[in-house]
C-alpha cells in the first residue's frame, strides 16, 4: 500500500505562480511513474501533468504546457509541480497520482493510488 499526500495549494491572483508537491509513503515498485490530474467543481477529473521514474520523460495537457512544470525526487519519494502563470480557469482540486502497472498516463484508471488533493484557487 503507497500513502500519498500532496500539499502546497492556496488562493492565488491571476498571473501568480504556486508549487505544488507529492509525498509518496511507500512505492509500488522498483519503479513507477507518477503524475498530477486535478477536478473542477462539476467536471471530471483531468489529467495536468506524468513524469516516469528517471525524470527524462514529461508529458503535459495541452492547457498546462509551457506553464507547469513537474519535476521528482526519488530519493525522496516526492514529486513537484510548479505551476506559473496562473489563470482562474486552474482553479481545482489538485490530485497526487502514482501508477504502479500500465495503462495510459492520461487516464485516471490507470493510476493505483491517489492523494486526498489539495485545493488551488486563482481569483481574476
Known amino acids: 500500500q503507497v500513502h500519498v499526500v500532496e500539499s502546497g495549494g492556496g488562493v492565488v491572483q491571476a498571473g501568480d505562480s504556486l508549487r505544488l508537491s507529492c509525498a509518496a509513503d511507500?512505492?509500488?515498485?522498483?519503479?513507477?511513474?507518477m503524475g498530477w490530474f486535478r477536478q473542477a467543481p462539476g467536471k471530471e477529473r483531468e489529467f495536468v501533468a506524468y513524469?516516469?521514474?528517471?525524470?527524462?520523460?514529461?508529458y503535459y495537457a495541452d492547457s498546462m504546457k509551457g506553464r507547469f512544470t513537474i519535476a521528482r525526487e526519488n530519493m525522496k519519494n516526492t514529486m513537484y509541480l510548479q505551476m506559473n502563470s496562473l489563470k482562474p480557469e486552474d482553479t481545482a482540486l489538485y490530485y497526487c497520482?502514482?501508477?504502479?502497472?500500465?495503462?495510459?498516463?492520461?487516464?485516471?484508471?490507470?493510476?493505483?493510488?491517489w492523494g486526498q488533493g489539495t485545493q488551488v484557487t486563482v481569483s481574476s
Open positions: 497520482a502514482v501508477y504502479a502497472g500500465g495503462g495510459a498516463y492520461y487516464y485516471a484508471r490507470s493510476v493505483d493510488y
Open positions: 511507500g512505492r509500488p515498485g522498483a519503479t513507477y511513474g
Open positions: 513524469i516516469t521514474w528517471s525524470g527524462s520523460n514529461t
